[in-house]
């Protein structure tokens, strides 16, 4: 029982559903060279995608061991805010998540040495990726803790708008290893909306714990405001170069608009935020997804 109870409490804190979060975004890195005919490798999309695991889960831990004062603060325990909760319930200690994050720190090493074997012509591209990942969690969370001081969306923007698709073209022998300046634009423009947008649940317990996270320098209605229009811009550019499936995500963005009423309520602003937050994912998907096609 105790072990099924401490197995339950790591899936808890390695939140497997967030790592939709990150693989639609290694996936269009990774599918980018089939608008130019090139062909896809299955080993270094794997590949990618074990990366793009063992990213989510440093990033997970380290957030988790970051952000225990406001989680301890906050009551919005959502799929988009409040950390995992395994600190405040008790269900895990920081010593064992501590252990948690070096051996996922190990595993994502691993699998970068792994792909500087397997695509050597991109060795340096992919191991930049790798410490920079590292450098921006860093930055984050810890040592200069721009999630708290301000700025950790500008963050959010770098790592999953330009780091992930770098990681997934980087494994892929046939590709030049970068994508073009007008896919890094959007994808980092949606990597950005995300970060705001999932700060709304957690402004009121942001601002008790000193976190200037977007919502809590901005209030949830401006918050939810910047996050609508950076979406819609890259939802527009999406749709208009690279994809029209792109615009299948604006009935979302239309339910979160009419949902808006509830962004004062702080029980119910979840209500306008999820429909938003899954609107810029959905746009990252139907990019991958016109693609693999």
Known sequence: MLAAHKTLAWVRAL??????????????????GRRAGLPVDGLGLGLALAWGAADHAVIVLANDLGDEAADRLSSSNTLLSGGSRVLVDGSLSRRALAYGLATAVAALLAVTAIGVALVPEHASIFASCTVLALLVL???????????????????????????????????????GTLGIGSYALLALLGFAGNVATSIPDADADLAAGKRSPAARLGRLRAFALALAANLIAMTGVGLARTPLAFLAAPLFAVAVLEGRTLRDASRCTRAVYPLAFGGGAVVAAWALAMAW
């Open 15 to 32: 939140r497997p559903l967030a790592q939709g979060n990150l693989a639609p975004f290694l996936l269009v890195g990774a599918l980018e």
């Open 138 to 176: 860093g930055a984050y969370g810890h040592g200069p803790r721009l999630s708290y001081r301000g700025g950790g969306e500008y963050l959010q923007a770098l790592g999953v708008g330009v780091i992930l698709p770098t990681v997934g073209a980087a494994l892929q022998p046939a590709h030049t």
